[in-house]
Each structure stands twice: as C-alpha cells, then as structure tokens.
C-alpha cells in the first residue's frame, strides 16, 4: 500500500509519517508532496492508496486538490489533517468526497481509528 501525505510543512510531512508509524500503520510506502499541484503529479506518477492532506496550502488547497480528483473520477480515499476543523469545514470537506477528518493536534490512536476504517 502507499500512501501520499501532503502538506506545505516539511516538519508537519515527518511526524505524519512518524505517527503512521506510532500507529501500527508502518511497513507502507510514504510518498509525500508539498502542495496540491505537485500532488497531482504524485497522484498520476505513484497511484497511491491513501492521501493524507492539509486543507491551507499555497498552490492548491487541500480541498481544491480533493474536488480535482473527484471531478476526474478518482476515488482515491482521501482524508485531511488539517488544524481547521469547524463543523462547516468538516461538512464541505464530506460533500466534496474525504472520508474522513483528523484534526491537529493528533494521536497515534486517532490515525489508527481514521486511517484503519478506510484501508
């Protein structure tokens, strides 16, 4: 399985990853991109599994991001970590196709919960 993690933060990118692991979710492929235009790339050159995205980036927002790949028929499962987490945000997130929202701050029991429901 991969997975793409996207977000603009270097720093946010590792501990991602470091708590897929902390998670039990190691041993997949963790591809990652910094925005929505290079995760497209990503998308079409690596064919991930999963995507775990930021909503606020420059480029493209994790949301645009999300509404390309739906509007192109891809049904990736996709999910945003994201510090914005209102309950309208979370609304337009479900309408455009995530499967699911995990807020920061995060735990390790929080991904396994999220992530394992889709994989």
């Not at 996207?6 to 998670?23: E, Q």
């Not at 235009?37 to 990503?42: P, Q």
Request: proline residues 4%; aromatic residues 6%; negative net charge.
């Amino acid at each position: 399985m991969k997975i793409l993690v996207v977000d603009d933060s270097k720093a946010m990118r590792m501990i991602v990853k470091r708590t897929l692991k902390k998670a039990g979710l190691e041993g997949y492929d963790v591809v990652e991109a910094s925005d929505g235009v290079e995760a497209l790339s990503v998308v079409k050159a690596d064919k991930p599994d999963l995507i775990l995205c930021d909503w606020n980036m420059p480029n493209m927002s994790g949301l645009e991001l999300l509404r390309v790949l739906r509007n192109s028929d891809n049904d990736i499962p996709f999910g945003f970590v994201t510090s914005e987490s209102t309950p309208e945000m979370r609304q337009i997130a479900e309408h455009a196709g995530a499967s699911f929202f995990i807020s920061k701050p995060f735990t390790a029991a929080t991904f396994a919960d999220r992530i394992g429901s889709v994989i």
